[in-house]
């Protein structure tokens, strides 16, 4: 079943809008701790690379 891309960004939108929320989020400590929840290894910039977030700063 294929998503049409901007349907699924309306919902997006609106989802957000109702919980308010930001669309996107770009606070470093908040990423952080979102990686640590998916399984990011702590102090990774969560991309595979290995690079520490200090580094990445």
């Keep these: ?3 049409d891309p901007a349907v699924v960004a309306a919902w997006v939108e609106a989802s957000c809008a109702s919980q308010g929320v930001p669309v996107r989020v770009t606070d470093p400590g908040v990423l952080a701790r979102v990686g640590v929840l998916m399984g990011a290894a702590p ?3 969560g991309r595979g690379s290995g690079r520490s ?3 990445a700063s």
């Design 1 to 3: 079943m294929m998503l």
């Design 43 to 45: 102090g990774t910039d």
């Design 53 to 55: 977030t200090a580094a």
